[in-house]
C-alpha cells in the first residue's frame, strides 16, 4: 500500500507571505492527489483534486503542482484564515490514503 | 444545500458494538459512492471505509476488516457503519463522505458531515 507523508509538520510564516506545503507518495498515484483544509472542530475541506485541479470556490490563492510521487501546495499569500492544517490524500489504488497534515501557524 | 449529517455516536465498553448512520439530502444519492473517515482526538485523518453505489462493492481498512460492515440504503438516502468488537484504537470523530465525481471509482471526497464521536472505554 501507499504511504503519505507531509513535510514539514509545522510551517510557521507571516500573513501576507507565500506557503508551500509538500506531499510525498511512497510509490506513484500518477495525479490522484486531493489537498485538504481542516478548521478547529470542523471537518475537512477539499482543495484541491487531480493535483492541480482547484475546487469550484476556492480561492485562487491556493494552487496544487506535481505528479508520481511528488507533490506541492502553494497558498500564494497567507490570509488570517489559512493558518489551519492541511492534510493530501491519494486515491490511486485501494486503500487510499492520508498524510499525517501540516499546521501553518502565525510566526 | 447538499448535506451530510452522522449519527449513532457515543461512549460504548471494549468488545462492543455501535452502529452510525448518514444521511444525506440535497443530491442524488444512489449516483455517488461513499466513505467513512475517521479522526482520532489531536490526530490526522485515517480512510476506513468505502462502498459503491449500488453496493455491490464494499472496501475495508486492515485495522477494521472483519469488525466493521458499511452498508447503504438508497431507498432511504442513507450510509450507514455497522461497528462490532470496538478497541480503544477505535475512539475518534467518524465523518462520513460523498466522492467528488459519480464515477464509482476511486475519488477525492467533496463533502463531508459534521461528524459523530465515538468514545471506546470501560
Known amino acids: 500500500e501507499v504511504v503519505m507523508t507531509q513535510s514539514p509538520a509545522t510551517l510557521s510564516l507571516s500573513p501576507g507571505e507565500r506557503a508551500t506545503l509538500s506531499c510525498r507518495a511512497s510509490?506513484?498515484?500518477?495525479?490522484?492527489l486531493a489537498w485538504y483544509q481542516q478548521k478547529p472542530g470542523q471537518a475537512p475541506r477539499l482543495l484541491i483534486y487531480s493535483a492541480s485541479t482547484r475546487v469550484t470556490g476556492i480561492s485562487a490563492r491556493f494552487s496544487g503542482s506535481g505528479a508520481g510521487t511528488e507533490f506541492t501546495l502553494t497558498i500564494a499569500s497567507l490570509q488570517s484564515e489559512d493558518f489551519v492544517v492541511y492534510f493530501c490524500q491519494h486515491y490511486n489504488t485501494w486503500p487510499p490514503a492520508f498524510g499525517p497534515g501540516t499546521k501553518v501557524d502565525i510566526k | 444545500d447538499v448535506q451530510l449529517v452522522e449519527s449513532g455516536g457515543g461512549l460504548v465498553k471494549p468488545g462492543g458494538s455501535l452502529r452510525l448512520s448518514c444521511a444525506a439530502s440535497g443530491f442524488t444519492f444512489r449516483s455517488y459512492s461513499m466513505n467513512w473517515v475517521r479522526q482520532a482526538p489531536g490526530k490526522g485523518l485515517e480512510w476506513v471505509a468505502s462502498i459503491t453505489t449500488s453496493g455491490t462493492y464494499t472496501y475495508y481498512a486492515d485495522s477494521v476488516k472483519g469488525r466493521f460492515t458499511i452498508s447503504r440504503d438508497n431507498a432511504k438516502d442513507s450510509l450507514y457503519l455497522q461497528m462490532n468488537i470496538l478497541r480503544a484504537e477505535d475512539t475518534a470523530m467518524y465523518y462520513c463522505?460523498?466522492?467528488?465525481?459519480?464515477?464509482?471509482?476511486?475519488?477525492?471526497?467533496?463533502?463531508w458531515g459534521q461528524g459523530t464521536m465515538v468514545t471506546v472505554s470501560s
Open positions: 463522505a460523498r466522492d467528488y465525481n459519480n464515477y464509482d471509482v476511486l475519488d477525492a471526497y467533496d463533502i
Open positions: 510509490q506513484s498515484v500518477n495525479s490522484n
